[in-house]
């Protein structure tokens, strides 16, 4: 997953023993990318929300 910051403050986890990646945006916004060579697959997060990625699943909060 890439993770472009777009003026903000957050909280990634990405351990390999938890087979999951979770981003929490504080303030701001950020632009996830779970495909690196497609643009639809883009997602914009706003303050306050939450993606957990766990092999290939991706939940939105």
């Known amino acids: 997953m890439k993770i472009r910051v777009l003026g903000t403050s957050f909280n990634v986890k990405a351990c390999p023993e938890d087979n999951q990646i979770e981003a929490a945006l ?14 639809e697959k883009n997602i914009y997060m706003v303050s306050g929300e939450k993606v957990i990625y766990k092999e290939k699943h991706m939940k939105y909060i």
């Not at 504080?26 to 643009?39: A, E, F, R, V, Y």
């Open 26 to 39: 504080i303030t701001g916004k950020i632009q996830l990318n779970i495909d690196n060579n497609t643009s």
